[in-house]
């Protein structure tokens, strides 16, 4: 597990000046790999959409958010700490049902003579096409690591979506990491009309880590992060990578469901999902099956088992690289 890159040297001071006042340990929220942090939203996050001043009309449409994403360290340019931000994956719960949220883009945080802050995210909402969320450069930022801050589309300008980001690192002991079993597998073949041979079934190696988001009595819901996978033999392998959902629970029977979206090789992104099926009662262990009806009646399936695991070392190794 590591942390995130100290800032700027007066931030620091200042920082730990309020440290020594308060009796607080240095030690920081530690996380999945090195220089990477996973963030967690707060229930005090925040969706709106519709009109804001100084436009006037009736739409507007509000809720709240879960999820996760995962920052890394970019660089310093003396000023600013510079950071990247990836797998932002987000549900917003709306009076007319729950959104997905999923994007990437950056963070940097620092000043001259007072602390500012800035996030720039591309954002895909629900069905819409991926749109440029900004917060602009402002005052803030001096609870890093811990996130504060609204971004929107518009500046709040008009008919505009705005989401107000409260979120912190995920403490390591709410980290779980799991390694995936020796029965996983990666096949692809054909569905509906087309005929074609099915592909070799090929082995499914690699990690993940599960953050707990919401509990209520019925089902327990954990963010998939960092998916890290490599199908097939070690001379020839393909990269598959992505993150998700993850739900077990169940009035009856227990049921499980995983939704992830997921990176093959060079391929775009694409949506695998389980559905809702018997199963998870050998909870935390996960044995489940996700398939992707690609384009071209090319179906992909991942015959996924796994156990929570220990690492030989904190460090979460990079897609492509010899998996443990």
């Known amino acids: 597990m590591s942390q995130l890159r100290p800032m700027s040297s007066f931030r620091c001071l200042a920082i730990l000046a309020g440290v020594l006042v308060l009796g607080i340990s240095l030690l ?6 090195a220089a990477t942090t996973i963030y967690r939203l707060d229930k005090t996050s925040t969706f709106q959409r519709g009109c804001f001043p100084p436009c006037l009309c009736p739409v507007m ?18 000023l600013f700490d510079h950071y990247r931000v990836d ?3 987000w549900t917003v719960t709306l009076p007319s049902g729950e959104v997905k949220v999923t994007g990437a883009g950056t963070y940097m945080v620092g000043g001259e003579f007072a602390v ?19 917060s602009g450069l402002v005052a803030g ?17 008009c008919f505009d979506t705005v989401i107000g980001i409260d979120a912190a690192p995920v403490p390591a002991d709410q980290v779980r990491p799991y390694l995936l079993q020796e029965q996983s597998t990666f096949q692809r073949g054909c569905s509906g009309p087309c005929a074609c041979a099915p592909g070799s079934q090929l082995p499914l190696r690699g990690t993940f880590f599960l953050v707990l988001l919401e509990q209520d009595p019925l089902f327990t819901e954990f963010s998939v992060v960092q998916a890290n996978w490599l199908a097939g033999s070690n001379s020839s392998s393909l990269p598959v990578t992505g993150f998700g959902t993850y739900r077990v629970g169940g009035e009856f029977a227990i049921e499980q469901r995983m939704s992830l979206d997921l ?11 389980s559905g809702l099926v018997p199963g998870g009662g050998d909870f935390p262990r996960i044995d489940i099956q996700i398939t992707n009806g690609g384009a071209n009646c090319v179906t992909t399936l991942i015959d996924l088992h796994a156990k929570p695991a220990r690492f030989r070392s904190a460090r979460l ?7 443990p």
Do not use: M
């Open 141 to 157: 930022g001096g609870d890093f690591p811990r996130i504060s801050i609204s971004i929107s589309i518009h500046g709040h300008y």
């Open 263 to 273: 990176k093959v090789g060079s391929e775009d992104p694409a949506g695998f999902d």
């Open 87 to 89: 797998e932002v994956n």
């Open 28 to 33: 920081p929220a530690q996380t999945a790999s």
């Open 61 to 78: 449409e509000s809720g709240s958010e879960r999820g996760t994403f995962v920052l890394s360290f970019d660089g310093s340019d003396g």
């Open 116 to 134: 500012q802050h800035q996030l720039e995210l591309d954002l895909k909402v629900g069905d819409n096409p991926v749109e440029h969320f900004d």
């Open 317 to 323: 190794s990079v897609p492509g690289e010899p998996l």
